[in-house]
């Protein structure tokens, strides 16, 4: 009897395919554990040796008389010696250890995480951000620099992502489901919220209500792990402690009131640290030099008022077990907002996802305390809870992961049903801010998904010569000695050419006529109207323009449109020529975007 052909035989594990990411995953997760336990042991180790020069805690030192004195030196002195170290430390790591490979960019924390996923050619640095994180990072929080852990670690995490998708080359493909999965094990970890932490790195990447679904799963496996890690070194433990929380269905209306009420500065925060950014990114300073100024600059704030400093965790507890006076609040977090700015925004190595925690907890206690002046009796903890999730989903554009996050810090499940209500009121209100300049509007923006809603295949096999439109018999032909003024009337009939074809009668092409740049000279005074008759085609043609090849794929293209600098994109023309270099047509990116949209409508049904 003749053996059996095609035998079904069961399905082995292959290691380059779904189970494979899986397992891939879980590794990442365990290593960022292992890393994130690192760095909190050396964060401890920067905060144990400040309390060994000090005499006493750093948080009990910025809380203590402005005019104490600590060895004979005064405590202003002190404050802005430590926080320049910090600054110090921070711009020596920007320059050597940028946060991309080849590249020099002051770019750090979830920013540097989302750009990295979101763009095209930026991959993070693997050895120079773990270098950069685990050494910079906790000496500038150390010596009270106002900024968060998350964006550190998460940074940390999103490096050892791409480092695993380059020691397995069949997971190459794989890189940006890695970075993500570094980055939710890293943020997960540190704060003790596994699957917040999932959720807010599917959210973050976009400031629209999208969500990058598709690796959540492989996120939750590894933050999970990172988190069982992180635990096994330091146990759990609550970020805050709260006493008495209390919820009815007469604070409804204050829990909207209260998310109204957080929008301005929700804006104030977003604006004041995009200003500021811009303003360090624009200042002719070296690289190394801009979180030097920062920290004087934040130094000499905290001289004054100090409580701003640090991540300020000690501060919200204090604030839940005390209170304070609507003063001393405002102030808190005018100063709060200012002193982040300032350090984050001048390239301190350094995030703000804690700082918006911090600032979001003194609006919500300052919620509370302003009702109360008014005769209403608000129980302080729990609106404290509220502010904290009501700030940060408006800041950060998540509100979901707000509430998830928000939940397991502070361990309030009793109040998932406000926290959901404060959460998504603010984030629809406070839509217009935009805190991570790296975040695009939704997926169908960010390369990571171009396949997706794309039809990549065909666009690979579909020609620039196929989708030509303005063909070299629609063009007015252009010769050498033709005038200026003839050209710009050609120019006024055209609708979306500005790129016109110099041809001689030998049908030899010379150039082109780039009507926008002669417009532009007009008025600049570099060619006279007047002289229209005077000058000649050949006398402002141009051969820098980009050409096209009849035969190059749509999808080249494509690629070359989205990573241009062009200031008229959306309008470009591009020059099609033959194999054999004759001079074709005028392709518009319009007709390019069309023949796009017509593949995603063929994909979608």
Same mark, same amino acid.
């Given at each position: 009897?003749?053996?059996?052909?095609?035998?079904?035989?069961?399905?082995?594990?292959?290691?380059?395919?779904?189970?494979?990411?899986?397992?891939?995953?879980?590794?990442?997760?365990?290593?960022?554990?292992?890393?994130?336990?690192?760095?909190?042991?050396?964060?401890?180790?920067?905060?144990?040796?400040?309390?060994?020069?000090?005499?006493?805690?750093?948080?009990?030192?910025?809380?203590?008389?402005?005019?104490?004195?600590?060895?004979?030196?005064?405590?202003?002195?002190?404050?802005?010696?430590?926080?320049?170290?910090?600054?110090?430390?921070?711009?020596?790591?920007?320059?050597?250890?940028?946060?991309?490979?080849?590249?020099?960019?002051?770019?750090?924390?979830? &920013?540097?995480?989302?750009?990295?996923?979101?763009?095209?050619?930026?991959?993070?640095?693997?050895?120079?951000?773990?270098?950069?994180?685990?050494?910079?990072?906790?000496?500038?929080?150390?010596?009270?620099?106002?900024?968060?852990?998350?964006?550190?670690?998460?940074?940390?995490?999103?490096?050892?992502?791409?480092?695993?998708?380059?020691?397995?080359?069949?997971?190459?493909?794989?890189?940006?489901?890695?970075?993500?999965?570094?980055?939710?094990?890293?943020?997960?970890?540190?704060?003790?919220?596994?699957?917040?932490?999932?959720?807010?790195?599917?959210?973050?990447?976009?400031?629209?209500?999208?969500?990058?679904?598709?690796?959540?799963?492989?996120?939750?496996?590894?933050?999970?792990?990172?988190?069982?890690?992180?635990?096994?070194?330091?146990?759990?433990?609550?970020?805050?402690?709260?006493?008495?929380?209390?919820?009815?269905?007469?604070?409804?209306?204050?829990?909207?009131?209260?998310?109204?009420?957080?929008?301005?500065?929700?804006?104030?925060?977003?604006?004041?640290?995009?200003?500021?950014?811009?303003?360090?990114?624009?200042?002719?300073?070296?690289?190394?030099?801009?979180?030097?100024?920062?920290?004087?600059?934040?130094?000499?704030?905290?001289?004054?008022?100090?409580?701003?400093?640090?991540?300020?965790?000690?501060?919200?507890?204090?604030?839940?077990?005390?209170?304070?006076?609507?003063?001393?609040?405002?102030?808190?977090?005018?100063?709060?907002?200012?002193?982040?700015?300032?350090?984050?925004?001048?390239?301190?190595?350094?995030?703000?996802?804690?700082?918006?925690?911090?600032?979001?907890?003194?609006?919500?206690?300052?919620?509370?305390?302003?009702? +109360?002046?008014?005769?209403?009796?608000?129980?302080?903890?729990?609106?404290?809870?509220?502010?904290?999730?009501?700030?940060?989903?408006?800041?950060?554009?998540?509100?979901?992961?707000?509430?998830?996050?928000?939940?397991?810090?502070?361990?309030?499940?009793?109040?998932?049903?406000?926290?959901?209500?404060?959460?998504?009121?603010?984030?629809?209100?406070?839509?217009?801010?935009?805190?991570?300049?790296?975040?695009?509007?939704?997926?169908?923006?960010?390369?990571?998904?171009?396949?997706?809603?794309?039809?990549?295949?065909?666009?690979?096999?579909?020609?620039?010569?196929?989708?030509?439109?303005?063909?070299? +018999?629609?063009?007015?032909?252009?010769?050498?000695?033709?005038?200026?003024?003839?050209?710009?009337?050609?120019?006024?009939?055209?609708?979306?050419?500005?790129?016109?074809?110099?041809?001689?009668?030998?049908?030899?092409?010379?150039?082109?006529?780039?009507?926008?740049?002669?417009?532009?000279?007009?008025?600049?005074?570099?060619?006279?109207?007047?002289?229209?008759?005077?000058?000649?085609?050949?006398?402002?043609?141009?051969?820098?323009?980009?050409?096209?090849?009849?035969?190059?794929?749509?999808?080249?293209?494509?690629?070359?449109?989205?990573?241009?600098?062009?200031?008229?994109?959306?309008?470009? &023309?591009?020059?099609?020529?033959?194999?054999?270099?004759?001079?074709?047509?005028?392709?518009?990116?319009?007709?390019?975007?069309?023949?796009?949209?017509?593949?995603?409508?063929?994909?979608?049904?």
């Amino acid at each position: 009897m003749s053996p059996l052909k095609g035998k079904i035989s069961p399905p082995g594990l292959n290691f380059d395919s779904r189970w494979g990411t899986f397992i891939v995953s879980a590794v990442v997760g365990l290593t960022v554990g292992l890393v994130v336990s690192l760095f909190t042991f050396l964060l401890e180790s920067v905060e144990h040796l400040i309390r060994l020069l000090l005499g006493y805690d750093f948080e009990h030192f910025m809380g203590s008389p402005l005019l104490s004195t600590v060895h004979g030196i005064p405590k202003p002195v002190i404050i802005l010696l430590l926080i320049t170290f910090g600054g110090v430390v921070s711009g020596i790591c920007n320059r050597f250890l940028p946060s991309y490979r080849e590249d020099e960019a002051i770019d750090f924390g979830t &920013n540097a995480v989302i750009r990295s996923f979101n763009g095209h050619e930026k991959h993070l640095s693997t050895v120079s951000s773990t270098v950069r994180t685990l050494f910079a990072s906790p000496i500038l929080l150390g010596t009270g620099g106002s900024a968060g852990i998350e964006g550190t670690v998460a940074h940390l995490g999103g490096a050892i992502g791409v480092l695993y998708s380059r020691l397995l080359p069949s997971f190459l493909k794989n890189r940006r489901m890695f970075i993500m999965c570094g980055a939710s094990a890293a943020i997960g970890a540190a704060f003790h919220a596994p699957l917040g932490a999932s959720i807010y790195m599917a959210e973050v990447l976009y400031f629209s209500s999208d969500i990058e679904t598709g690796y959540i799963a492989h996120s939750v496996i590894a933050s999970v792990l990172a988190y069982a890690v992180s635990i096994a070194f330091y146990g759990h433990h609550a970020i805050f402690r709260f006493k008495n929380l209390t919820f009815g269905t007469s604070d409804l209306p204050f829990t909207i009131l209260l998310a109204v009420a957080i929008i301005p500065a929700s804006l104030l925060f977003t604006r004041t640290f995009r200003k500021i950014q811009d303003l360090f990114e624009g200042v002719n300073l070296p690289v190394w030099a801009r979180p030097i100024v920062g920290a004087v600059m934040v130094g000499l704030l905290l001289s004054i008022f100090p409580r701003a400093g640090g991540v300020g965790y000690h501060y919200v507890q204090e604030l839940i077990n005390e209170g304070g006076t609507l003063i001393y609040l405002v102030l808190f977090i005018v100063c709060k907002i200012l002193a982040t700015s300032l350090t984050v925004g001048s390239g301190g190595n350094g995030g703000l996802f804690g700082p918006s925690i911090v600032v979001g907890a003194t609006l919500g206690g300052l919620f509370a305390a302003v009702m +109360k002046y008014l005769g209403f009796d608000l129980n302080s903890g729990t609106y404290i809870v509220l502010g904290m999730a009501a700030f940060l989903s408006s800041t950060e554009n998540t509100p979901i992961s707000s509430i998830i996050m928000i939940t397991e810090i502070t361990g309030t499940y009793e109040l998932l049903i406000p926290l959901s209500l404060a959460s998504v009121t603010s984030y629809f209100l406070g839509r217009r801010s935009i805190l991570y300049n790296a975040q695009v509007e939704s997926r169908i923006e960010s390369s990571a998904n171009y396949g997706r809603y794309i039809n990549t295949e065909a666009l690979k096999k579909t020609s620039v010569g196929e989708i030509l439109k303005i063909t070299k +018999k629609e063009l007015p032909v252009i010769e050498p000695s033709m005038q200026l003024s003839s050209i710009m009337s050609y120019a006024e009939n055209s609708e979306l050419i500005y790129l016109f074809p110099v041809i001689d009668r030998e049908k030899r092409l010379h150039g082109f006529i780039d009507t926008i740049l002669i417009r532009e000279d007009i008025a600049e005074g570099v060619f006279d109207a007047a002289m229209g008759p005077l000058i000649v085609a050949e006398d402002m043609m141009t051969r820098d323009v980009v050409v096209l090849s009849e035969d190059e794929s749509v999808y080249s293209l494509l690629r070359r449109l989205l990573n241009s600098e062009d200031k008229r994109r959306g309008m470009e &023309n591009f020059p099609v020529l033959s194999k054999e270099g004759s001079f074709l047509g005028i392709l518009r990116s319009v007709d390019v975007m069309h023949q796009q949209m017509k593949l995603i409508d063929q994909k979608s049904l």
